[in-house]
């Protein structure tokens, strides 16, 4: 159950609002063939998305989601600057807004919601993406995993961007796709609604306990509309 009157609704980006899975997976790919690494398919890599491009880097680097300590800091900095260069300029080839995101933020904005983003994904890259799928005038704020010293699952992101907008964690909730957001929302002591889809490695979203689970994000207008 969503208590109290909410104003602030704080949207993760990557499995909730959109799909760039397809073109995070072509920078990786892009990046391991350039250094002579063996590539991996898109399923493969989309369960390694979630917790930034540092960390999507060296799983990519390993070939699997738990990272090895041991990677050489000048092979993992080679690799890191290809997988940005790429990706900035191949930013939204493929990415795509998931079903009713745009009717969501539409109807959303019109009841008077305040709508923010605070998504791990390095902050240059938010703009360019919400610019170039329309999405840019929906947002108020918005926060990358290199916006602050700490970003999700730390509840830092959530806080600073309450306090930005002055506005109270209870009158605040999160909607994301993965565990990072919802374990955000709980150390905030913010309330959650996560989405079923999206990239949270393979997991049931419910096994971290959000106040709700929507399958279609239309479904939040309903139960926010109080």
Request: net charge negative.
């Amino acid at each position: 159950m969503i208590n109290t009157e909410k104003k602030l609704i704080i949207f993760d980006f990557d499995g909730t609002l959109i799909d760039s899975g397809p073109d995070l997976a072509l920078a990786v790919n892009y990046m391991l063939k350039s250094l002579g690494f063996k590539t991996f398919s898109q399923d493969i890599i989309h369960g390694w998305i979630g917790n930034g491009a540092q960390t999507l880097v060296k799983r990519a680097l390993v070939g699997k989601y738990d990272i090895s300590e041991d990677i050489e800091t000048k092979l993992f900095d080679k690799a890191l600057k290809i997988f940005l260069d790429f990706y900035e300029k191949n930013v939204c080839v493929k990415t795509i807004v998931y079903p009713n995101v745009e009717k969501t933020l539409k109807s959303l904005k019109k009841f008077g919601f305040v709508l923010a983003i605070v998504t791990n994904k390095p902050f240059a890259f938010i703009e360019p993406i919400l610019t170039n799928l329309n999405l840019d005038s929906y947002f108020e704020y918005y926060l990358g995993g290199d916006s602050l010293s700490l970003k999700k699952p730390n509840p830092e992101p959530l806080l600073h961007i309450c306090k930005k907008l002055s506005l109270h964690v209870e009158q605040s909730v999160m909607v994301g796709d993965s565990k990072n957001d919802i374990i955000a929302a709980q150390r905030a002591n913010m309330q959650s609604i996560a989405v079923s889809y999206g990239y949270n490695y393979g997991e049931d979203i419910a096994i971290y306990k959000p106040d709700i689970v929507v399958d279609d994000i239309y479904e939040i207008v309903e139960i926010l509309k109080i």
